[in-house]
């Protein structure tokens, strides 16, 4: 193991880790933003079915994440833990998506089967990627702040692939007038994109050669007790709840945001699409340096407390009482603010992690990333669906029905939506965010400790004693 487990790791390792977030993200995207239209659209499923894989993919998904969690903690030290991972499912998890969004000339029920394979096929891939990628951030380095610096370049390339996700069906749409041939336009754009991706993970593998932790696994049963471990570390369960709400609140932003700026601002879908939802992420990557400074200078609590106050004020403040239909430019104005919240929602989560991970390390001596990440991520794709699920519901409640005029009351309902429901998570996400106990002066201590229990000495709890 080289000295980077203790001190600042090298550029080009942060950059080399960060663009494997490119992948998963991208991949993600497109799944999730234009699935439902080009299976129906394109493909010719019926939407019911098209539901269906989606509700199964995202279920299998939740499933084998904190199996391929344990996975990755059980292999030996010495060969690698994480990194063989991002080797072995490169070219598969391009191949997925590639295939996922190809159509072949099948029957019916072979075209079924083959989509209801795919699907579960390409979420596959996508957990074997992204679990032992983001379980080895925290192995790369036990610094407090490296640790900050190091999910930075990941956010970065996250935000750059929702960028290039959202333009995708721009690219499709340009092949497709050039050739006349949908079906190609779709094959052919993401397979091209299936390259990059590939690419991108390799070169992750690659430059991350020699920043993982070895010699540290210990052989382990799965049983319950291994899911259960997770919720008994105090300052994890202060985390992922904090997450949990903050997505949630996300969530609700995104079940309403394109009602809100169709039908009460005015937009079409087209300024929606192509301006709205790409500024969200051109927002979210101007935050970041903030974020990455405020946790340094201060601490990671503190960057995530200031950025979602900011966030949730202008949730409530902005469709209440600035933004009004005819205003031009006014979406920007909201992009700006939504990406206060929603950059630290993932950035400064995914620092937070490996700090929690120590306390599994002193009560147990076994570091297991993989685990943690795994819940994580079990709870992330939990929390999006019930929000989306619940918004829909909403929807329906406060009388939203499609292709009709609104009335005035309706729009009221879907404003007031929009503004308090997102805000009363992100309210909920800072109050559990401040009462955690982890900072860096009890991760300092923490860490300290646990270098002295391994090398026999005495040490002192009391530092930690809030954790346990």
Same mark, same amino acid.
């Given at each position: 193991?080289?000295?980077?487990?203790? %001190?600042?790791?090298?550029? +080009?390792?942060?950059?080399?880790?960060?663009?494997?977030?490119?992948?998963?993200?991208?991949?993600?995207? #497109?799944?999730?933003?234009?699935?439902?239209?080009?299976?129906?659209?394109?493909?010719?499923?019926?939407?019911?079915?098209? !539901?269906?894989?989606? +509700?199964?993919?995202?279920?299998?998904?939740?499933?084998?994440?904190?199996?391929?969690?344990?996975?990755?903690?059980?292999?030996?030290?010495?060969?690698?833990?994480?990194?063989?991972?991002?080797?072995?499912?490169?070219?598969?998890?391009?191949?997925?998506?590639?295939?996922?969004?190809?159509?072949?000339?099948?029957?019916?029920? =072979?075209?079924?089967?083959?989509?209801?394979?795919?699907?579960?096929?390409?979420?596959?891939?996508?957990?074997?990627?992204?679990?032992?990628?983001?379980?080895?951030? !925290?192995?790369?380095?036990?610094?407090?702040?490296?640790?900050?610096?190091?999910?930075?370049?990941?956010?970065?390339?996250?935000?750059?692939?929702?960028?290039?996700?959202?333009? /995708?069906?721009? #690219?499709?749409?340009?092949?497709? %007038?050039?050739?006349?041939?949908?079906?190609? =336009?779709?094959? &052919?754009?993401?397979?091209?994109?299936? #390259?990059?991706?590939?690419?991108?993970?390799?070169?992750?593998?690659?430059?991350?050669?020699?920043?993982?932790?070895?010699?540290?696994?210990?052989?382990?049963?799965?049983?319950?007790?291994?899911?259960?471990?997770?919720?008994? %570390?105090?300052?994890?369960?202060?985390?992922?709840?904090?997450? &949990?709400?903050?997505?949630?609140?996300?969530?609700?932003?995104?079940?309403?945001?394109?009602?809100?700026?169709?039908?009460? *601002?005015?937009?079409?879908?087209?300024?929606? +699409?192509?301006?709205?939802?790409?500024?969200?992420?051109?927002?979210?990557?101007?935050?970041?340096?903030?974020?990455?400074?405020?946790?340094?200078?201060?601490?990671?609590?503190?960057?995530? $407390?200031?950025?979602?106050?900011?966030?949730?004020?202008?949730?409530?403040?902005?469709?209440?009482?600035?933004?009004?239909?005819?205003?031009?430019?006014?979406?920007?104005?909201?992009?700006? /603010?939504?990406?206060?919240?929603?950059?630290?929602?993932?950035?400064?989560?995914?620092?937070? $992690?490996?700090?929690?991970?120590?306390?599994?390390?002193?009560?147990?001596?076994?570091?297991?990333? +993989?685990?943690?990440?795994?819940?994580?991520?079990?709870?992330?794709?939990?929390?999006?669906?019930?929000?989306?699920?619940?918004?829909?519901?909403?929807?329906?409640?406060? !009388?939203?029905?499609?292709?009709?005029?609104?009335?005035?009351?309706?729009?009221?309902?879907?404003?007031?939506?929009?503004?308090?429901?997102?805000?009363?998570?992100?309210?909920?996400?800072?109050?559990?965010?401040?009462? %955690?106990?982890?900072?860096?002066?009890?991760?300092?201590?923490?860490?300290?400790?646990?270098?002295?229990?391994?090398?026999?000495?005495?040490?002192? *709890?009391?530092?930690?004693?809030?954790?346990?």
């Amino acid at each position: 193991m080289k000295e980077a487990i203790e %001190n600042k790791l090298p550029l +080009g390792v942060k950059i080399g880790y960060g663009v494997g977030g490119f992948a998963t993200i991208f991949t993600l995207t #497109i799944v999730v933003t234009y699935g439902m239209f080009y299976f129906t659209d394109v493909v010719g499923l019926q939407a019911g079915f098209v !539901g269906i894989m989606l +509700g199964l993919g995202t279920l299998w998904d939740a499933i084998t994440d904190p199996l391929v969690g344990y996975w990755s903690d059980s292999r030996e030290g010495d060969k690698g833990r994480r990194r063989p991972f991002l080797f072995w499912v490169a070219v598969p998890f391009g191949l997925s998506i590639f295939l996922l969004f190809t159509k072949l000339d099948l029957g019916e029920t =072979a075209t079924l089967l083959y989509y209801a394979v795919i699907f579960i096929f390409y979420y596959t891939m996508h957990t074997i990627f992204d679990v032992p990628y983001t379980a080895l951030a !925290g192995e790369m380095t036990t610094d407090y702040d490296e640790r900050t610096s190091l999910t930075t370049f990941r956010r970065w390339a996250s935000d750059f692939a929702g960028i290039a996700g959202g333009m /995708f069906l721009t #690219i499709v749409y340009y092949v497709l %007038n050039k050739t006349g041939n949908m079906t190609f =336009a779709w094959s &052919s754009v993401t397979g091209f994109w299936a #390259i990059i991706c590939t690419v991108l993970i390799l070169i992750c593998w690659r430059t991350t050669k020699g920043y993982e932790l070895k010699g540290h696994a210990k052989s382990e049963k799965l049983t319950l007790k291994y899911f259960i471990e997770p919720w008994k %570390n105090k300052s994890f369960v202060y985390v992922v709840a904090q997450f &949990s709400a903050g997505l949630i609140g996300q969530s609700f932003v995104t079940v309403f945001v394109i009602y809100y700026f169709t039908h009460k *601002i005015g937009l079409n879908m087209g300024q929606v +699409g192509s301006n709205l939802m790409a500024s969200f992420i051109v927002s979210a990557i101007l935050w970041t340096p903030v974020i990455n400074k405020l946790a340094r200078k201060y601490s990671k609590k503190v960057a995530y $407390i200031t950025l979602f106050i900011i966030g949730m004020i202008a949730q409530i403040v902005l469709p209440l009482l600035i933004l009004k239909p005819g205003m031009p430019m006014q979406h920007y104005l909201f992009s700006v /603010f939504y990406g206060a919240f929603n950059a630290p929602l993932w950035m400064i989560t995914w620092a937070m $992690i490996p700090d929690c991970i120590e306390v599994d390390v002193f009560k147990t001596g076994r570091r297991r990333d +993989g685990m943690y990440f795994g819940v994580l991520s079990l709870i992330q794709k939990s929390s999006a669906a019930l929000a989306v699920m619940v918004g829909g519901f909403v929807l329906q409640w406060i !009388g939203y029905v499609a292709g009709i005029e609104l009335s005035a009351e309706v729009l009221n309902r879907i404003t007031y939506c929009f503004a308090f429901i997102p805000a009363a998570f992100m309210i909920i996400s800072i109050i559990i965010c401040y009462y %955690n106990p982890m900072n860096r002066k009890v991760h300092k201590s923490l860490v300290e400790i646990i270098e002295l229990k391994e090398q026999g000495e005495e040490y002192d *709890i009391t530092p930690i004693k809030s954790l346990l």
